[in-house]
């Protein structure tokens, strides 16, 4: 069992900057691919990034290219969703999720998911 946990969500302003942090009591994250989801009010939810069980690969939705970056602690204990330049259409609840020494997280074969963390971004 691997139990996964948000943090790091709030108020952010267009182009500003918020980090989400994804982490476990129970386990590091080194055998999981993680991934970042979100699900903004009326839209399904969407894989926003993942990173691979060996960090070799990452993966972005094109909403996010360039200006979200998924990356792993050293320690391997948690895993970072780092948001520059939000934007308004960012405003959504974002999940973690971990996928089995996975690769591409495909969000119908996640394995573990957090609860949750609401990220509004206004003016």
């Known amino acids: 069992q691997l139990q996964l946990e948000e943090s790091g969500g709030g108020l952010g302003q267009p182009g500003g900057s918020l980090r989400l942090s994804c982490a476990t009591s129970?386990?590091?994250?080194?055998?999981?691919?993680i991934g970042w989801f979100r699900q903004a009010p009326g839209k399904e939810r969407e894989r926003v990034a993942c990173?691979?069980?060996?960090?070799?690969?990452?993966i972005y939705a094109d909403a996010v290219k360039g200006r979200f970056t998924i990356s792993r602690d050293d320690a391997g204990n948690a895993v970072y969703l780092q948001m520059n330049n939000l934007l308004v259409e960012d405003t959504a609840t974002y999940y973690c999720?971990?996928?089995?020494?996975?690769?591409?997280?495909?969000?119908?074969?996640?394995?573990?998911w957090g609860t949750g963390t609401l990220v509004t971004v206004s003016s």
């Open positions: 999720a971990g996928q089995i020494l996975g690769s591409t997280c495909p969000e119908w074969g996640m394995d573990y």
């Open positions: 990173i691979s069980s060996d960090d070799s690969d990452t």
């Open positions: 129970r386990s590091t994250f080194n055998q999981y691919a």
